[in-house]
């Protein structure tokens, strides 16, 4: 409305000065003759003018003393431009009078009479523009009192962030705009300064009409929201009015605007628009919501465009707005270091920052500093102002959580060290063992549903991001709120002690009593632990992992723990446990990670309600006694077991809940009956397991099995088989299902079934691999009537070769009828000592690479060409990266036939990126003319006489990097000067 009068009043004075500035003869004449007339007419409308400009003036002191309505800056400017009109008028209505005598002079009159007539239309329009509607005009953007962000790197990026989401060219694409973080991170500040900035008018290419501020809160109470949006538009609404009339009206004013800006604070559960009266932003273009918000979940739910989150500080930046806040003292040379420690405690949190800085300002005693830093280390808010200002708002988000456990889950995370990255797994595993996942669904089914709930706590900036992937970690200050309700809960089951990675030496007994629920030592240098009689009959979780020092165990301290679901003594040097672990009735997970010196465990027959065994990386050389009666075992881990090399037949398939085995890298190989000694476990064995899902062996040979002994195979979700003694590899994208093939003779195995069940193979350092191929082709070709056959490879994605002095050739004429892997996606050739080109293996399996993505060749030295182009391969429509490296004989990429040649579409339409490293001979990529419209990484490395790429001006839109030696790069041929130059933005030189 303000843009709207100040506009009528600008652009009609401007017009009409226009008008009496370059008027044409026939007007100044037409003056002149009405002249009196006109002066006439001035004194009545200065007259009127002044009876408005005392009414609206008395009008709005009133409103100012009221302290209700302040004037606004519209109307204070037009009183202030009318006192300044009406001295111009008297002025020019006195210099009429002293020279009347004179008026008889004709251009006198004439000077007189413009000045008259243009004081006349500028009064009229003075007055039409006083005619306000009753109340205030608003200003388009209203200041808001609020610290600046100038000199904060990462909130000034944020705010910069948000100005172009709002300055963005299609004022459709981002209409709702969520701003989230946790609590205290700075989220309302930012978005003052964002309101503030866009009071500048240069702030925007199309300026709001309006942005109106709405403070929302955790008790959502919708009047009291629409009476701020109320006054911000002048409108009038009652607090006896029902939210739906005034709705009714809120929408009206709000759809009277040109392009508006809502900016709802604080929002913590979906509010609904239509409710609150403000319209759609979908239905009024322009037109744009700002919500802030510490779940992302609530933004998602106001269905927002685009979610900004909200960083801490980093050091830096957590100092400067430190020392501003604690003044001076932190310069003084005995404080100085105090100050900074308490500082980076705040770990980058403003509200942290803010309340100690204050409460540690003028503060000159070391000592005060000392117990501060103290009291911060300790999770305990008696510092203060933290308690209020700090921990009861991020409780607030605890509080929100709802759902089954929660909170307990979250609490639970407080048992990890400071700045500590979880591993989701291992988390999951302590969440189902303590009862706080249902543990009627299978193990992986209950890991969905751990991260189900990280992501409500992450939506929720009560977790975050670990830094590795599969992790997640807690902020420091959230952690220390956590720890404080867990130590302020009347709840015995909320009752922690946490002692997690503070460097203790030793535990005192003193702390552990009855009433603790879950205990933590974890990530220390504990090396003795009380051996003495104590009573923590209460506790559930007992965390000692990383405690390297120590290696051994007392009798009386497991005495302790007898209601244990979960124990954890991973990555310390104990040899054994004592018998009291027997003991533990309740124990569903015992977790034992890294513990290299441990030989050997007590028979753990009793322990009937474990679920998860960790013994990965330990030392024993078979499995405890008594393992057979552990019945309800989910989860057994013997990874890196290298020492173990006694399984006795009948434990396994007594273990009828086990859903995962995971026995990488063990020493322990698998074999079927016939090759494994008496009394030792077979791999038939492993198919009694009902439930297993998850299964990672070593195998001493190709298993020779039959369609009745595939079923369970087919079952598991995931597996890897790792074949002969030296069977090893490295992961891929696709090892879901991986099978690992070393040091064999392949022509007399079948592995039909093995294609069959796998999504990626490994045949390394095998021979035989050309009777296996041809074996395969005639198998399909035996079966090519038989439909399910036809399709048996279909699940292989991953291939890798290597390591081989076989022959690829196919003989005999004897090729695959049909592509035998039409789903693979990766194609791995390393060390093939006679391999002349990729279309060797495509003969006999009938490849046509319709889904290839990935092609890698290394060490191939008797390879000419990676491929044929034009018999069996028309085109690689999928493929992204090619890279090759040491085939000393490689001189063209691609082999053309010549039915082919006068084609220039390109082979690889979409390849992306090209590796090509140690090619002493490759002078060809492709035909002359193509080119790769795709490619967006090339990198080449001595190879000296390749002196044409397939790129043109076209690719300067795509290409991102270009990297080779700048002798290489300039001995290049271009098609164009304009191709070189536009391209040599992107090289960087090796």
Request: aromatic share 8%.
């Given at each position: 409305m303000e843009v709207q009068v100040l506009t009528s009043i600008l652009g009609a004075v401007v017009s009409e000065t226009g008008r009496l500035v370059c008027g044409c003869i026939s007007s100044n004449i037409k003056n002149t003759v009405r002249w009196k007339s006109n002066l006439r007419s001035?004194?009545?409308?200065?007259?009127?003018l002044m009876d408005l400009w005392s009414d609206i003036k008395s009008r709005s002191e009133s409103d100012d003393r009221d302290g209700t309505s302040p004037t606004n800056k519209v109307i204070k400017e037009w009183l202030t431009e009318v006192e300044e009109f009406l001295v111009l008028v008297e002025s020019c209505q006195a210099k009429v009078t002293a020279n009347e005598n004179k008026l008889c002079r004709f251009s006198l009159r004439i000077r007189f009479s413009r000045k008259v007539s243009k004081l006349l239309g500028k009064l009229e329009q003075l007055v039409k523009a006083g005619n306000f509607p009753d109340g205030p005009v608003n200003e388009p953007v209203e200041y808001i009192p609020g610290p600046l962000v100038e000199d904060q790197t990462t909130a000034s990026r944020t705010l910069d962030e948000l100005m172009k989401i709002l300055d963005d060219d299609d004022d459709d694409k981002f209409r709702r705009i969520g701003v989230w973080g946790m609590g205290g991170v700075g989220k309302t500040t930012l978005v003052k300064n964002l309101n503030n900035k866009l009071r500048s008018n240069t702030s925007l290419k199309r300026p709001f009409s309006?942005?109106?501020?709405?403070?929302?809160?955790?008790?959502?109470?919708?009047?009291?929201?629409?009476?701020?949006?109320?006054?911000?538009?002048?409108?009038?609404?009652?607090?006896?009015?029902?939210?739906?009339?005034?709705?009714?009206?809120?929408?009206?004013?709000?759809?009277?605007?040109?392009?508006?800006?809502?900016?709802?604070?604080?929002?913590?559960?979906?509010?609904?628009?239509?409710?609150?009266?403000?319209?759609?932003?979908?239905?009024?273009?322009?037109?744009k919501i700002i919500l802030t918000s510490r779940f992302l979940e609530v933004c998602k739910a106001m269905m927002t465009d685009v979610e900004v989150?909200?960083?801490?500080?980093?050091?830096?930046?957590?100092?400067?707005?430190?020392?501003?806040?604690?003044?001076?003292?932190?310069?003084?040379?005995?404080?100085?270091?105090?100050?900074?420690?308490?500082?980076?405690e705040c770990c980058g949190l403003p509200l942290a920052i803010i309340t100690m800085g204050a409460a540690m300002r003028g503060k000159t005693m070391v000592k005060l500093w000392k117990h501060a830093l103290n009291e911060l280390r300790r999770s305990a808010p008696c510092v203060g102002g933290i308690k209020n200002q700090v921990y009861n708002p991020l409780k607030w988000s605890y509080d929100s959580l709802q759902g089954n456990n929660i909170k307990a889950c979250f609490l639970y995370c407080c048992l990890f060290p400071e700045d500590f990255s979880i591993e989701v797994s291992e988390l999951v595993r302590c969440w189902l063992a303590e009862g706080l996942i249902d543990e009627k669904h299978d193990f992986e089914n209950s890991v969905d549903n751990g991260i189900a709930v990280i992501e409500i706590l992450k939506d929720s900036c009560l977790l975050e991001d670990g830094d590795y992937e599969g992790t997640v970690k807690m902020h420091d200050v959230v952690r220390d709120v956590a720890i404080w309700i867990v130590s302020s809960s009347p709840e015995d089951e909320f009752n922690f002690i946490v002692r997690s990675g503070i460097g203790l030496s030793e535990i005192s007994e003193d702390e552990l009593s009855d009433s603790i629920g879950r205990v933590s030592f974890m990530n220390n240098k504990i090396n003795t632990l009380p051996d003495c009689e104590m009573q923590c009959h209460k506790a559930s979780t007992l965390l000692l992992q990383g405690n390297l020092p120590l290696e051994k165990v007392p009798e009386s301290f497991l005495q302790a723990f007898q209601a244990l679901?979960?124990?954890?003594?991973?990555?310390?040097?104990?040899?054994?446990?004592?018998?009291?672990l027997l003991q533990l009735g309740e124990l569903r997970a015992l977790l034992l990670r890294d513990c290299f010196f441990l030989e050997e465990l007590p028979p753990l027959g009793v322990l009937r309600r474990l679920q998860m065994l960790d013994l990965r990386a330990t030392r024993i050389r078979e499995l405890p006694k008594g393992m057979e009666n552990l019945i309800n075992l989910r989860q057994v881990n013997l990874s890196r077991t290298h020492y173990l090399k006694r399984i006795q037949v009948g434990i396994v398939s007594k273990w009828a809940c086990l859903e995962v085995l995971d026995m990488t890298l063990s020493s322990y190989h698998w074999g079927t009956k016939g090759e494994v000694e008496d009394e030792q476990t077979t791999f038939e064995e492993l198919g009694c397991l009902k439930q297993l899902f998850s299964l990672s062996i070593r195998l001493k040979s190709i298993p020779c099995l039959g369609s009745e002994d595939l079923t369970w195979i087919g079952r598991l979700r995931r597996f890897q088989f790792f074949?002969?003694?030296?069977?090893?590899?490295?992961?891929?994208?696709?090892?879901?299902?991986?099978?690992?093939?070393?040091?064999?003779?392949?022509?007399?195995?079948?592995?039909?079934?093995?294609?069959?069940?796998?999504?990626?193979?490994?045949?390394?350092?095998?021979?035989?691999?050309?009777?296996?191929?041809?074996?395969?082709?005639i198998y399909s070709a035996d079966n090519y009537s038989d439909i399910n056959s036809v399709s048996s490879f279909t699940g292989l994605k991953?291939?890798?070769?290597?390591?081989?002095?076989?022959?690829?050739?196919?003989?005999?004429?004897?090729?695959?009828?049909?592509?035998?892997?039409?789903?693979?996606?990766?194609?791995?050739?390393?060390?093939?000592?006679?391999?002349?080109?990729?279309?060797?293996?495509?003969?006999?399996?009938?490849?046509?690479?319709?889904?290839?993505?990935?092609?890698?060749?290394?060490?191939?030295?008797?390879m000419k060409c990676l491929l044929f182009y034009g018999n069996f391969i028309l085109s690689l429509p999928n493929l992204e990266a090619i890279k090759i490296s040491f085939c000393e004989k490689l001189d063209e990429l691609f082999n053309y036939t010549s039915n082919q040649t006068s084609v220039v579409e390109p082979v690889a339409p979409n390849l992306r990126t090209l590796e090509l490293k140690n090619l002493p001979k490759l002078r060809s990529l492709c035909r002359p003319k193509e080119s790769w419209p795709s490619l967006e990484q090339l990198y080449v490395v001595k190879c000296n006489l390749l002196s044409n790429l397939p790129l043109n001006i076209q690719n300067a839109n795509t290409i991102k990097e270009i990297k080779g030696e700048s002798q290489w790069w300039s001995g290049l041929k271009w098609d164009s000067h304009n191709t070189e130059t536009a391209l040599k933005l992107f090289f960087k030189p090796v």
């Amino acid at each position: 409305m303000e843009v709207q009068v100040l506009t009528s009043i600008l652009g009609a004075v401007v017009s009409e000065t226009g008008r009496l500035v370059c008027g044409c003869i026939s007007s100044n004449i037409k003056n002149t003759v009405r002249w009196k007339s006109n002066l006439r007419s001035l004194e009545k409308e200065r007259k009127k003018l002044m009876d408005l400009w005392s009414d609206i003036k008395s009008r709005s002191e009133s409103d100012d003393r009221d302290g209700t309505s302040p004037t606004n800056k519209v109307i204070k400017e037009w009183l202030t431009e009318v006192e300044e009109f009406l001295v111009l008028v008297e002025s020019c209505q006195a210099k009429v009078t002293a020279n009347e005598n004179k008026l008889c002079r004709f251009s006198l009159r004439i000077r007189f009479s413009r000045k008259v007539s243009k004081l006349l239309g500028k009064l009229e329009q003075l007055v039409k523009a006083g005619n306000f509607p009753d109340g205030p005009v608003n200003e388009p953007v209203e200041y808001i009192p609020g610290p600046l962000v100038e000199d904060q790197t990462t909130a000034s990026r944020t705010l910069d962030e948000l100005m172009k989401i709002l300055d963005d060219d299609d004022d459709d694409k981002f209409r709702r705009i969520g701003v989230w973080g946790m609590g205290g991170v700075g989220k309302t500040t930012l978005v003052k300064n964002l309101n503030n900035k866009l009071r500048s008018n240069t702030s925007l290419k199309r300026p709001f009409s309006v942005v109106v501020w709405a403070t929302v809160s955790k008790e959502l109470d919708m009047k009291r929201v629409q009476m701020q949006i109320a006054e911000r538009l002048n409108v009038e609404v009652k607090m006896e009015e029902s939210i739906e009339r005034a709705a009714g009206r809120l929408y009206q004013r709000l759809k009277e605007e040109e392009r508006f800006l809502i900016i709802l604070d604080d929002v913590w559960e979906k509010i609904d628009l239509d409710c609150l009266g403000v319209p759609q932003p979908e239905l009024q273009k322009g037109s744009k919501i700002i919500l802030t918000s510490r779940f992302l979940e609530v933004c998602k739910a106001m269905m927002t465009d685009v979610e900004v989150k909200v960083s801490i500080l980093n050091g830096e930046e957590a100092w400067k707005l430190f020392s501003r806040n604690a003044g001076e003292v932190v310069s003084l040379e005995h404080i100085r270091p105090f100050a900074e420690a308490v500082a980076r405690e705040c770990c980058g949190l403003p509200l942290a920052i803010i309340t100690m800085g204050a409460a540690m300002r003028g503060k000159t005693m070391v000592k005060l500093w000392k117990h501060a830093l103290n009291e911060l280390r300790r999770s305990a808010p008696c510092v203060g102002g933290i308690k209020n200002q700090v921990y009861n708002p991020l409780k607030w988000s605890y509080d929100s959580l709802q759902g089954n456990n929660i909170k307990a889950c979250f609490l639970y995370c407080c048992l990890f060290p400071e700045d500590f990255s979880i591993e989701v797994s291992e988390l999951v595993r302590c969440w189902l063992a303590e009862g706080l996942i249902d543990e009627k669904h299978d193990f992986e089914n209950s890991v969905d549903n751990g991260i189900a709930v990280i992501e409500i706590l992450k939506d929720s900036c009560l977790l975050e991001d670990g830094d590795y992937e599969g992790t997640v970690k807690m902020h420091d200050v959230v952690r220390d709120v956590a720890i404080w309700i867990v130590s302020s809960s009347p709840e015995d089951e909320f009752n922690f002690i946490v002692r997690s990675g503070i460097g203790l030496s030793e535990i005192s007994e003193d702390e552990l009593s009855d009433s603790i629920g879950r205990v933590s030592f974890m990530n220390n240098k504990i090396n003795t632990l009380p051996d003495c009689e104590m009573q923590c009959h209460k506790a559930s979780t007992l965390l000692l992992q990383g405690n390297l020092p120590l290696e051994k165990v007392p009798e009386s301290f497991l005495q302790a723990f007898q209601a244990l679901r979960v124990l954890n003594i991973s990555g310390s040097r104990i040899q054994s446990l004592p018998p009291s672990l027997l003991q533990l009735g309740e124990l569903r997970a015992l977790l034992l990670r890294d513990c290299f010196f441990l030989e050997e465990l007590p028979p753990l027959g009793v322990l009937r309600r474990l679920q998860m065994l960790d013994l990965r990386a330990t030392r024993i050389r078979e499995l405890p006694k008594g393992m057979e009666n552990l019945i309800n075992l989910r989860q057994v881990n013997l990874s890196r077991t290298h020492y173990l090399k006694r399984i006795q037949v009948g434990i396994v398939s007594k273990w009828a809940c086990l859903e995962v085995l995971d026995m990488t890298l063990s020493s322990y190989h698998w074999g079927t009956k016939g090759e494994v000694e008496d009394e030792q476990t077979t791999f038939e064995e492993l198919g009694c397991l009902k439930q297993l899902f998850s299964l990672s062996i070593r195998l001493k040979s190709i298993p020779c099995l039959g369609s009745e002994d595939l079923t369970w195979i087919g079952r598991l979700r995931r597996f890897q088989f790792f074949i002969g003694s030296t069977a090893n590899s490295l992961p891929t994208r696709h090892d879901k299902r991986r099978v690992t093939v070393s040091g064999l003779d392949l022509s007399g195995e079948w592995i039909v079934w093995l294609l069959m069940n796998a999504s990626s193979l490994v045949l390394n350092g095998c021979w035989g691999l050309n009777e296996m191929l041809q074996d395969l082709a005639i198998y399909s070709a035996d079966n090519y009537s038989d439909i399910n056959s036809v399709s048996s490879f279909t699940g292989l994605k991953s291939l890798t070769i290597s390591s081989s002095n076989s022959y690829l050739r196919p003989g005999g004429g004897c090729a695959a009828p049909y592509d035998l892997l039409p789903n693979l996606e990766e194609l791995r050739l390393h060390g093939l000592t006679y391999l002349a080109n990729i279309s060797e293996l495509v003969g006999h399996l009938g490849l046509q690479f319709s889904k290839l993505k990935l092609i890698e060749v290394f060490r191939c030295p008797q390879m000419k060409c990676l491929l044929f182009y034009g018999n069996f391969i028309l085109s690689l429509p999928n493929l992204e990266a090619i890279k090759i490296s040491f085939c000393e004989k490689l001189d063209e990429l691609f082999n053309y036939t010549s039915n082919q040649t006068s084609v220039v579409e390109p082979v690889a339409p979409n390849l992306r990126t090209l590796e090509l490293k140690n090619l002493p001979k490759l002078r060809s990529l492709c035909r002359p003319k193509e080119s790769w419209p795709s490619l967006e990484q090339l990198y080449v490395v001595k190879c000296n006489l390749l002196s044409n790429l397939p790129l043109n001006i076209q690719n300067a839109n795509t290409i991102k990097e270009i990297k080779g030696e700048s002798q290489w790069w300039s001995g290049l041929k271009w098609d164009s000067h304009n191709t070189e130059t536009a391209l040599k933005l992107f090289f960087k030189p090796v």
